[in-house]
T-cell receptor
Framework: AQKITQTQPGMFVQEKEAVTLDCTYD???????LFWYKQPSSGEMIFLIY??????QNATEGRYSLNFQKARKSANLVISASQLGDSAMYFC?????????????FGTGTKLQVIP | EPEVTQTPSHQVTQMGQEVILRCVPI?????FYWYRQILGQKVEFLVS????????KSEIFDDQFSVERPDGSNFTLKIRSTKLEDSAMYFC??????????????FGNGTRLTVT
């Protein structure tokens, strides 16, 4: 079974500052992938970044980076230089080798609010 | 950029009625999913579909739910007799999965189902 935990229901960050959104996971799968999605108030789910369990380097995608600590089973999302448009819900998710990599399990989300 | 499209964007129905939610996945994707989200809460897995059959389903996906790929493009979710607790945002998603766990789910914009 896979489990994703996001312990921060809400976060505030000043515009132009960096913010870290926490995500820990639990799985017995030897191979898995971790994802972050953004959900603005309009409701759509937007894929942000991916980290594979065997990737040697932390993933980066523009202002998004993933602080992957495999031994601690954490995959925190770092947003640099926050913008007002970053205000949204952020979901951490994972997919594992069990079940043929098909099912993606989501955490409960963190609501980020960027303050001008 | 190709996208997953869902119709309708909003559906209101009376308790006990049947509803069909429609999705057109991205054309070269092989795996299709339905997720639901109640009032901005956790994104819950309902079902995955591959090669014209269900590959995995959750406890939520009981006998009241069914999925179908009636032709080469559409993917539908049917709820036979809606209950008040079925009110939620329903997301369709698709993925290539050819790269193992690294393929992200691409989500549609969702159908907001309101059962009265």
């Amino acid at each position: 079974a896979q489990k994703i935990t996001q312990t921060q229901p809400g976060m505030f960050v000043q515009e132009k500052e960096a913010v870290t959104l926490d995500c820990t996971y639990d799985t017995s799968d030897p191979s898995y992938g971790l994802f972050w999605y953004k959900q603005p108030s309009s409701g759509e789910m937007i894929f942000l970044i991916y980290q594979g369990s065997y990737d040697q380097q932390n993933a980066t995608e523009g202002r998004y980076s993933l602080n992957f600590q495999k031994a601690r089973k954490s995959a925190n999302l770092v947003i640099s230089a926050s913008q007002l448009g970053d205000s949204a819900m952020y979901f951490c998710a994972m997919r594992g080798v069990s079940g043929g990599y098909q099912k993606v399990t989501f955490g409960t989300g963190t609501k980020l609010q960027v303050i001008p | 950029e190709p996208e997953v499209t869902q119709t309708p964007s909003h559906q209101v129905t009376q308790m006990g009625q049947e509803v069909i939610l429609r999705c057109v996945p991205i054309s070269n994707h092989l795996y299709f999913y339905w997720y639901r989200q109640i009032l901005g809460q956790k994104v819950e897995f309902l079902v995955s579909f591959y090669n014209n059959e269900i590959s995995e389903k959750s406890e939520i996906f009981d006998d009241q739910f069914s999925v179908e790929r009636p032709d080469g493009s559409n993917f539908t979710l049917k709820i036979r007799s809606t209950k008040l607790e079925d009110s939620a945002m329903y997301f369709c998603a698709s993925t290539v999965l050819s790269q193992g766990s690294s393929s992200p789910l691409h989500f549609g914009n969702g159908t907001r189902l309101t059962v009265t």
